[in-house]
């Protein structure tokens, strides 16, 4: 699964990265080097303007944990942080995401953690690292959203009346990251962005063919603090190599 990651790019370096077209400069996130489930993050997506219909491409914060129309509450999504790739277009929490309702969601890197056996001298333990693509470049993590209606709150216009949840698709782990987790989250490559958050695409086939390993494979893996563990602890020293201690009494 993809339980954390890092966002540290800035809004405007979004909207350029991206070829964003719409987005508001009063919404902030602030960087983050250990985004959590239920935190917001950013999300590029299109959506089609209702008063010319014309098809904009958007910066917006998201609340990562995707909760389905049909939920009861929110607290659902804190469960559904992570869709797999090999069920997404049929699983009832994400076929109708999955056909009309993709994201890219920027990350600098995620974060996995390696089960490590007990020894005679140390106990069981899970070390985590730090995943990223070897040229330093922003990952688009392929994601889906959602809209949710708060049922106890009867004006629509009213704050938390209507809230947009997302989640990241997942797949069987390869190189740097495939010796850490067996999961690790998919990407969209630069030049299938359009194709992917294209609301009029709808082909299932089609949009899996466009799921990509992040940085085509090409990641570099580093064992970090435990720090990680804790929402907590934020800050560019998460991601601060160290040396593993040995595995093996």
Same mark, same amino acid.
């Given at each position: 699964?993809?339980?954390?990651?890092?966002?540290?790019?800035?809004?405007?370096?979004?909207?350029?990265?991206?070829?964003?077209?719409? &987005?508001?400069?009063?919404?902030?996130?602030?960087?983050?080097?250990?985004?959590?489930?239920?935190?917001?993050?950013?999300? =590029?997506?299109?959506? =089609?303007?209702?008063?010319?219909?014309?098809?904009?491409?958007?910066?917006?914060?998201?609340?990562?944990?995707?909760?389905p129309s049909w939920a009861k509450n929110l607290s659902v999504g804190a469960k559904m942080i992570n869709a797999r790739v090999e069920t997404v277009a049929e699983k009832p929490a994400y076929r109708r995401a999955f056909a009309k309702r993709r994201c890219l969601l920027p990350a600098?890197?995620?974060?996995?953690?390696?089960?490590?056996?007990?020894?005679?001298?140390?106990?069981?333990?899970?070390?985590?690292?730090?995943?990223?693509?070897? /040229?330093?470049?922003?990952?688009?993590?392929?994601?889906?959203?959602?809209?949710?209606?708060?049922?106890?709150?009867?004006?629509?216009?009213?704050?938390?009346? &209507? &809230?947009?949840?997302?989640?990241?698709?997942?797949?069987?782990?390869?190189?740097?990251?495939?010796?850490?987790?067996?999961?690790?989250?998919?990407?969209?490559?630069?030049?299938?962005?359009?194709? &992917?958050?294209?609301?009029?695409?709808?082909?299932?086939?089609?949009?899996?063919?466009?799921?990509?390993?992040?940085?085509?494979?090409?990641?570099?893996?580093?064992?970090?603090?435990?720090?990680?563990?804790?929402?907590?602890?934020?800050?560019?020293?998460?991601?601060?190599?160290?040396?593993?201690?040995?595995? /093996?009494?």
């Amino acid at each position: 699964m993809c339980g954390r990651f890092v966002s540290t790019r800035g809004p405007q370096d979004l909207v350029d990265l991206f070829d964003v077209t719409r &987005w508001d400069p009063g919404q902030a996130l602030d960087p983050s080097w250990n985004v959590a489930p239920t935190d917001d993050v950013w999300s =590029v997506l299109e959506r =089609v303007e209702r008063d010319t219909g014309e098809i904009t491409r958007q910066l917006r914060p998201l609340r990562w944990g995707l909760v389905p129309s049909w939920a009861k509450n929110l607290s659902v999504g804190a469960k559904m942080i992570n869709a797999r790739v090999e069920t997404v277009a049929e699983k009832p929490a994400y076929r109708r995401a999955f056909a009309k309702r993709r994201c890219l969601l920027p990350a600098d890197g995620f974060y996995e953690w390696q089960a490590v056996a007990a020894t005679e001298t140390t106990k069981a333990r899970k070390q985590p690292y730090f995943i990223s693509p070897e /040229d330093g470049r922003a990952m688009a993590l392929a994601g889906l959203y959602e809209f949710w209606r708060a049922p106890d709150v009867s004006d629509d216009d009213a704050p938390g009346a &209507w &809230w947009t949840t997302c989640t990241i698709i997942t797949t069987e782990a390869t190189d740097a990251a495939g010796r850490v987790h067996p999961r690790m989250p998919l990407t969209i490559a630069p030049g299938d962005w359009s194709a &992917w958050l294209d609301p009029a695409h709808q082909d299932p086939a089609e949009l899996r063919a466009l799921l990509t390993a992040p940085a085509a494979g090409h990641l570099d893996s580093r064992a970090v603090s435990t720090a990680v563990n804790s929402v907590r602890n934020n800050g560019p020293h998460l991601l601060d190599e160290i040396t593993e201690p040995p595995s /093996d009494g």
